[in-house]
């Protein structure tokens, strides 16, 4: 099969990537490569083609698109913080470059998109844990916003133009890899000052988090197995994790002694943060999939090869 993977040589795309061309696939990655890293890609050698470029130019994803089955769209802002200061990123990197992915999708006659939505979209949901058929959604994030814009112009190509989409919506995906989230930045942290640790907000904040590669075996499964127009699936395990007991797991990693761990105050890290989310992840389960990992045991793993990775 001959798939494009936007946002390929990212966290989690290079992670599908590498799924993908183990199953045999023709793999070609479209990345701007303003988050996304060479290295990740690297071991594919001339395996996996690499197309530098922006989703924004429309011309060049048409190019991209030639004699491509089916479309994995990752490519996104990576940050949902930075909405917050440059209010027009998810709208562009979010919304507007799924446009262009689906025109040129519709303009080059590839049928197939799976996209990488979030946990986000339901925004501070009041049905824990929360199911695929929960509404209405009323995001609370610009991020959040962009994702359930993309959602709502996809499936309006699958109606208008008969596509076939997948749409996965993420817990908080950890694993090796990783260029930022709670983890990273906990790490990062203690790398600059090993006698303190400061947390956003109080600490209370829980969600779901699933492992990466667990992540893109998932969305590689389903693809696999499922065959509706639409077919609409969280990815994310059974279980919650805390911000408190993340900084407790980095710490026990590290090694360090006697780390005052400090809390900001207040139920959200950062203007746009959902306080608690829990997915309800049956659906997925019931097409056979199983993680390897849970929330902890996905956090633990993710210490540990961040440890690792970043050299503290």
């Known amino acids: 099969m001959n798939v494009l993977v936007t946002g390929g040589a990212g966290f ?28 990740f890609l690297s071991h594919h050698g001339d395996k996996v083609r690499l ?32 909405g917050t200061r440059i209010t027009d990123t998810d709208l562009k990197q979010g919304t507007v470059a799924t446009y262009n992915v689906l025109e040129a999708m519709r303009v080059c006659g590839v049928e197939k998109i799976a996209f990488s939505s979030s946990s986000v979209v339901y925004g501070e949901a009041s049905e824990m844990p929360t199911p695929e058929s929960y509404g209405p959604l ?53 790398k600059a000052d090993s006698s303190r640790l400061e947390v956003l907000g109080n600490g209370r904040q829980e969600k779901s988090y699933m492992e990466v590669i667990d992540c893109a075996r998932a969305m590689v499964h389903l693809t696999e197995k499922t065959s509706q127009s639409v077919n609409c699936f969280n990815l994310g395990t059974h279980d919650t994790c805390s911000v408190r007991r993340i900084a407790e797991i980095v710490v026990e990693e590290t090694g ?56 503290l």
């Open 12 to 39: 989690i795309g290079s992670h599908l990537v590498d799924c993908l061309a183990d199953r045999g696939d023709n793999v070609t990655v479209f990345d701007n490569m303003s988050s996304g890293r060479i290295d």
């Open 256 to 311: 360090f002694k006697h780390v005052n761990i400090e809390y900001t105050g207040g139920d959200r890290g950062w203007a746009g943060d959902v306080p608690k989310t829990m997915l309800d992840p049956n659906k997925l389960y019931s097409t056979g999939f199983t993680p390897r990992y849970n929330s902890e045991e996905s956090i633990r793993h993710t210490a540990k090869a961040l440890i690792e990775e970043i050299g």
């Open 138 to 190: 009323f995001p609370i994030s610009l991020y959040g916003a962009s994702k359930l814009g993309s959602e709502a112009l996809i499936t309006s190509w699958v109606g208008t133009f008969g596509l076939k989409a997948w749409l996965f919506r993420f817990a908080n995906i950890v694993g090796t890899r990783g260029t930022h989230g709670v983890i990273f930045d906990f790490i990062h942290k203690l």
């Open 51 to 82: 197309i530098e470029g922006d989703l924004l130019d429309l011309d060049a994803v048409k190019n991209a698109m030639e004699g491509v089955d089916l479309v994995f769209h990752l490519a996104a802002n990576p940050d949902i913080r930075l």
